[in-house]
């Protein structure tokens, strides 16, 4: 017997021992999809057109995880004091503001110091120049670091114990896992399950691609244990990370709001006959609850400018 048929009879034995053992067990409940979001640009339709033409649209490339959004054929080059990225992602549709998203790393050889913040909260943010061929705008208050999150709807949010507007632990399941605290919740209908981290974050935890993490407690290691519904009161985490309005605003007037506003918590003002809300200093109101306030006619203002 020669070596290589030596070799096709173990082989064979080997897949057969595979084929007849029982597959693993599936994965826990609470694990949840991971994806790398390398740095890309949202643009607002004011600059698509400075950039690309008068009544220009975006040109959709392929579907992201998200329903509703997508990667666009255009491309754009990112200018900052001190260094350029170019050929950077354009992901669509519009927005009401250009939102420039970088890793910490990213924000550096630019030469910007970019804030950890939620999506849509650009106020103090820098700036810097985004070019498409000649064409050149200067978008202000658009560069940050996307604060790491979890998409999810509203049964997922049910399955896994957690709500809207929660801050929750993530156990990276990879060759070398961490855990990342402070990650956001964001339920609604219009999500798909998944985490959202950037290559710095990725690089930390050898993340190559995708992969899996499983929510545990805020700073523990056990699984996330069942939470009140969302419409009922919330103490706020320990890590004073923009905890959720704490109940149902009251019927006045003007509401005063701190921490972080959900689209929840913004029905809720709605329907109490407020006008108006009074931001806090720290408070930030999510993309969702600004859509909300706006189609419910109500405003909102800085208490910190009285």
């Known amino acids: 017997m020669n070596e290589q048929e030596l070799y096709r009879i173990v082989a064979g ?84 503001r250009t939102q420039v998203e970088l890793s910490a790393t990213d924000a550096r050889t630019l030469g910007v110091k ?16 985004i070019q498409a061929g000649d064409a050149m705008v200067r978008a202000d208050e658009s560069v940050m670091v996307a604060q790491n999150h979890i998409h999810m709807t509203p049964a997922d949010a049910q399955r896994l114990g957690v709500h809207d507007g929660e801050v929750v632990s993530v156990r990276m399941d990879t060759e070398r896992p961490l855990t990342f605290d402070h990650v956001l919740v964001r339920a609604t209908d219009t999500s798909a399950l998944a985490m959202h981290i950037d290559f710095d974050e990725a690089n930390a935890c050898q993340l190559a691609g995708s992969g899996f993490g499983t929510i545990v407690r ?20 320990p890590s004073g990370l923009m905890a959720a309005v704490a109940a149902p605003a009251p019927a006045t007037a003007c509401v005063p709001v ?11 003002i709605a329907s ?7 931001l806090e200093p720290g408070a930030v109101v999510t993309p969702l609850a600004r859509d909300v306030l706006r189609d419910k006619r109500i405003a909102i203002r800085s208490a910190a400018k009285e």
């Open 13 to 96: 034995v080997v897949n057969g021992m595979l084929a007849a053992s029982p597959a693993p067990a599936a994965a826990a409940g609470d694990r949840i999809p991971v994806e790398i979001s390398a740095k890309h640009v949202h643009l607002s339709q004011e600059h698509v057109e400075a950039l690309f033409g008068p009544g220009y649209t975006l040109t959709p490339k392929r579907d992201l995880s998200q329903p509703g959004q997508f990667l666009c054929e255009e491309r754009v080059t990112v200018i900052g004091p001190k260094g350029t990225f170019k050929n950077v992602a354009v992901l669509g549709p519009v927005r009401s």
């Open 114 to 129: 970019a804030p950890l913040r939620l999506s849509g909260d650009l106020a103090g943010c820098p700036g810097v120049f």
């Open 218 to 237: 805020h700073g523990a290691g056990a699984p996330c244990a069942p939470v009140a519904p969302a419409s009922a009161p919330q103490a706020p985490r």
């Open 258 to 268: 701190s921490g972080l506003l959900t689209a929840a918590e913004a029905q809720s």
């Open 272 to 278: 109490s006959g407020a006008t108006e809300i009074s």
